[in-house]
Every structure is written in C-alpha cells, then in structure tokens.
Nanobody, 113 residues
C-alpha cells in the first residue's frame, strides 16, 4: 500500500522557519519525482517545488530563494525547508509523487503573529 505521510507543519511567526517532511512507503522512491504543493482556502492547489530522481529542482517564483526542497533516498523521505515565511505562505501543504500522481493527506502551515 502506498503512503505519503507529511509532518512538520504548525504555527510560526512571520519571518520564521519550518521544515516539512514526507515519508513514502510502498513505492520505489528513488525513481520518482517528488514534490510539494499547497492550497490556501478558496484557492486552487499550486506548485511549491519539485525534485526529480536525478536531483533537479524546480520552484514556484513566490518561494524561490526562501524554500529548499531535498530528498534522502536512503530514508524514502522528501523535505521542504521553508525560511522567511510570510502570512501568504499559510496553506495546507501536500506531498506529491509522480507515481500515479499520488498525494499525501496534507499538513497545515499557518504563518501568523
């Protein structure tokens, strides 16, 4: 059974940092593109960042220079380091794998003072 389990979300003040993790089971993790998407209330789900099996990364313009995506194939885990957070980053963050375009359940990130 395939599972993507996100963790690391929470409440943080503007300017703060969070690190999201997504642990994958049931897939050959190293061969798939992994990514993070987010969805704020009343908006469509949008790309945050992706990382290919070769380690190539892609970022949304709104997070470039503040967020870093990485992966640890030995741990079947993808990470999203988020720095300089703003209230506009508040959303549910979803882990994604290119295996059948599968999604995790999401983790809430709230940036507020």
């Amino acid at each position: 059974q395939v599972q993507l389990v996100e963790s690391g979300g929470g409440l943080v003040q503007p300017g703060g940092s969070l690190r999201l993790s997504c642990a994958a089971t049931g897939i050959t993790f190293r061969v798939y593109t992994m990514g993070w998407y987010r969805q704020a209330p009343g908006t469509q789900r949008e790309l945050v960042a992706t990382i290919t099996s070769a380690g190539s990364t892609n970022y949304a313009a709104s997070v470039k220079g503040r967020f870093t995506i990485s992966r640890d194939n030995a741990k079947n885990t993808v990470y999203l380091q988020m720095n300089s957070l703003t209230p506009e980053d508040t959303a549910v963050y979803y882990c994604y794998t290119s295996w059948r375009n599968y999604w995790g359940q999401g983790t809430q990130v709230t940036v507020s003072s």
